[in-house]
C-alpha cells in the first residue's frame, strides 16, 4: 500500500549535524501529519517531532531550538534537520505517516519505515 524509504542516519561527532529524509511511495491518496520517532537500545520509541498537512510543527522537549522538521507535499516527503547533535540523540530513527490509500473510502492509517541508525559520538 504505502511504502517509507528514510535515509541521511550516521556517525557524527557531537555538536555536528545530520539530516534525514523520508520519502512516501505506493497507493497514496492522501497524506495527514508526518514525524519522526526514535528508540534507543532497552528504551521505548518516543516521539521526536511531527508536522501537520498546514506545516504545523511540533517537538520533544529534548530536541527543541536544535531540530526542525519540514515537509514537500508534492514529494510526499518529511524531513529532519538535526543540529547540535549530543550523545543522548544516538538511536534509531523512524518516519512515521498517517496516510490514506488508494481512495478516500479507506481509512486513514500509520505507517513506519524501516528505521536509520543515528550514532552521535566523539
Do not use: H
Amino acid at each position: 500500500q504505502v511504502q517509507l524509504v528514510e535515509s541521511g542516519g550516521g556517525l557524527v561527532q557531537p555538536g555536528g549535524s545530520l539530516r534525514l529524509s523520508c520519502a512516501a511511495s505506493g497507493s497514496i491518496f492522501s497524506i495527514k501529519t508526518m514525524g519522526w520517532y526514535r528508540q534507543a537500545p532497552g528504551k521505548q520509541r518516543d516521539l521526536v517531532a511531527f508536522i501537520s498537512v498546514g506545516g504545523s510543527a511540533m517537538y520533544a522537549d529534548s530536541v527543541k531550538g536544535r531540530f526542525t522538521i519540514s515537509r514537500d507535499n508534492a514529494k510526499n516527503a518529511v524531513y529532519l534537520q538535526m543540529d547540535s547533535l549530543k550523545p543522548e540523540d544516538t538511536a534509531v530513527y523512524y518516519c512515521n505517516v498517517e496516510a490514506q490509500p488508494f481512495s478516500r473510502s479507506f481509512a486513514y492509517k500509520a505507517y513506519w519505515g524501516q528505521g536509520t541508525q543515528v550514532t552521535v559520538s566523539s
